[in-house]
């Protein structure tokens, strides 16, 4: 049988590693600089190793020597940078004239798979949608090194719930492999003539209910945050299954929200339950940072919910100083199921 070891770096809690586990990977090693993922990554991943460290540091040498790779094992790398530098905001701080050293990360990467004496057999790279717009230098000289390398490459912007995610996630895919002429990106699954999408109530109807402020002594994560009174009235007053904060009375209108074109017009909106959800952000359980009211419970989402809309199971446990700490794990990780669709059409499984 074929042996494919796996590298994730920035892995953050591990979504791109539990679907690369998924899809048959043995996932030897996980780097981020930030170490409050660790608890979550190594409970939830057991085999694999955390490194908390900065990727700048690191040389392809080091990297090899960690996870002991051998010479009839394949090798997947993952890399999810940080997606900051390529946000819209960024991109116009750029033509200003301003630097963000994190754009440089992508570098490394590139750093790391030159100086690697076995090249990876694959690579596989998530970002958002606007790391390859507007001329990026960095993705650019990224892209050149592998066409130097001699990686087949292929790439593009992607909706999660096309493949069977639960939510609406527009995220840029980038895939290279050794040793081939042709790649493509796998055929979407669901949507406008395929399957239907999956929704917010196929994945976390079922939980048991909970109250603003409660915790689930059953479902690991299942916990949300307390609400005020005056926002306990405000998520009250919206229409169940999507409702929108349209509804509010004139003294539970937000200042800023004085004229209702202003503003984000999701926040303090419910989620459908026949629809997919929006974005899970780092925000997901706050109700003044999106549509992440709970579809009838008078609450934002769990953790927990959040968690099942990005696929994770609910075996899989966030650790944290607090809800928000696990809420950032939740939103900054890879919807699994999207990894492993995009892993197993790379590796050919």
């Known amino acids: 049988m074929r042996k494919i070891v796996g590298v994730d770096l920035f892995c953050g809690a591990g979504g791109v590693t539990l679907g690369m586990r998924t899809a048959g990977i043995d996932v030897r090693l996980g780097i981020d600089k930030n170490n409050g993922f660790q608890k979550t990554y190594e409970f939830n991943n057991p085999g694999a190793r955390f490194l908390a460290a900065d990727i700048t540091k690191i040389t392809g040498n080091e990297l090899l020597a960690l996870i002991d790779l051998k010479s009839d094992e394949e090798f997947v790398l993952s890399s999810c ?3 900051q530098p390529f946000s819209t905001q960024n ?11 994190r754009s440089n990360l992508l570098s490394h990467v590139s750093r790391i798979i030159e100086e690697l004496k076995r090249k990876p057999d ?9 790391v390859n717009d507007g001329g990026h230098l960095v993705f650019d000289r990224f892209h ?19 493949y069977g995610v639960p939510q609406h996630r527009k995220r840029f895919i980038f895939m290279g492999k050794k040793e081939t002429t042709h790649m493509s990106l796998p055929d979407s699954t669901h949507g406008h003539n395929k399957e ?6 196929n994945f976390i109807k079922d939980l048991p209910a909970i109250q603003a402020g409660e915790k689930s002594e059953v479902i690991p994560n299942h916990t949300c945050r307390n609400l005020s009174d005056l926002n306990l009235r405000r998520i009250r007053s919206v229409p169940k299954d999507g409702g ?3 509804s509010f009375a004139k003294e539970l209108v937000l200042k800023c929200h ?10 303090y909106g419910r989620l459908a339950w026949d629809k997919p959800a929006p974005t899970i952000t780092t925000k997901c359980v706050c109700l003044s940072n999106g549509r992440f009211g709970h579809p009838t419970q008078d609450r934002a989402i769990s953790v927990r919910e959040a968690a099942r809309l990005q696929t994770f199971p609910d075996s899989y446990v966030f650790f944290g100083t607090g809800i928000s700490s696990q809420a950032a794990q939740v939103g900054n990780a890879v919807p699994v199921h999207l990894a492993t669709v995009f892993v197993r059409h ?3 499984k």
């Open 196 to 201: 239907s999408y999956k929704t917010v109530g």
């Open 244 to 246: 929108s904060r349209n």
């Open 91 to 101: 991109r116009k701080n750029v033509l200003r004239g301003y630097e963000d050293d």
């Open 144 to 162: 050149d090194v592998l066409y130097r390398l001699k990686y087949t490459c292929v790439s593009g912007v992607v909706d999660a719930a096309d």
């Open 122 to 130: 694959y690579i596989f790279i998530e970002n958002v949608p606007g």
């Open 258 to 267: 004085k004229n209702k074109y202003l503003g984000h017009k999701d926040v």
């Open 346 to 348: 790379l590796i050919g």
């Open 81 to 83: 940078a940080p997606c």
